[in-house]
């Protein structure tokens, strides 16, 4: 019994020993935290962020950012940003640990699907690896990646920010969302039917808009992932492929159609044929003249791309010049306090 004792406070000193940081750090821990908690920098001055999403809101937060990931992407989606989001390096697929290491973070943020081994990248800084659950939970990894950053506070202004918006265009929108809004997605040789589930559809669902009962998933995201057999004709929690001869199941009162349609001549041609398909053309709400086609991005789960969902949808109910502006088209900053 004795040495029994012993063993237990041994491991109770330990575990103890193990949670004390040194000065000018701080114990890091998350629920969506992949890892044994971690000691971080209290007000890192290095920071990289090996993730695709939220870099410009990370900006707008005044994050010290010296790596990012998907740099060119970012662009794309945020071309206003390019100045800015040039200037920062960008670490590869996969994070590429020589860059990362000339960099001299003092902290590095990423996904577990970046990292094998962790002791690779702590041995350059301390890591935080956040779980990739699915694109439903996109703002907790937001959460996440500002509250190691140190900028939790900027993260709730963000979303506050963003819900403020979503019940603005919900109030200017009014009885438009009692409409069945289908969500539709084409890229080049596929069509997908996108679920509440997704990113976009979130959004769509928080202003209320009621949606098609063939893109509605009838179980949550984690209920599907642990028993995919039971529903063989969904490919995932947040899309539904369905085949050109099969297109009139993109029916609703309402089509928003989304798509890297601009200056991609492959992913043009296919809508073309999706549009011009005669199963299409008897669509009720085609033959009416209610479809939008989008080149924003509905599927990813990103805070500035939230408010570019919103600008896409209130242009496709006439009610853009009602909504206030985009933060992220002015690059407004925000304090975080």
Known sequence: MKTLLVLLTLMIVSFAFAQTCTEGERLFDHELLATEPVCIPENPERVIVGWTFNITALLRADVPLVGLLDQEFNIEQFPNWEAELSAIPDMGRPLNLETMLGLEPDLIITSEL??????????????????????????????????????????????????????????????????????????????????????????????????????????????????????????SAYTREVSLELVDQAAGDFILVFGSFTGNEEAQAYLDEVTTNPLWQSLDAVQEGNIYVSSVNFAGGDIGNAHAMLDELAAAFGVADELSPNPYTAKEAISGQ
């Open 114 to 235: 970046f990292v094998e081994d962790v002791q690779l990248f702590n041995a350059i800084a301390p890591t935080v690896v956040f779980q990739r659950i699915g694109t439903h939970t996109w703002r907790q990894e937001a959460e996440v990646i500002f509250d190691a950053a140190g900028e939790l506070g900027a993260y709730n202004d963000l979303m506050t920010e963003l819900d403020n918006r979503i019940a603005e265009l919900s109030g200017l929108l009014g009885g438009a969302t009692e409409q069945e809004l289908s969500v539709v997605n084409v890229r080049p040789g596929r069509i997908l039917l996108y679920t509440q589930y997704s990113p976009g559809g979130i959004v769509i669902d928080e202003l209320g808009f009621a949606r098609p009962e063939v893109q509605l998933l009838p179980v949550t995201p984690e209920e599907f992932n642990s028993n995919r057999d039971a529903y063989p004709n969904l490919g």
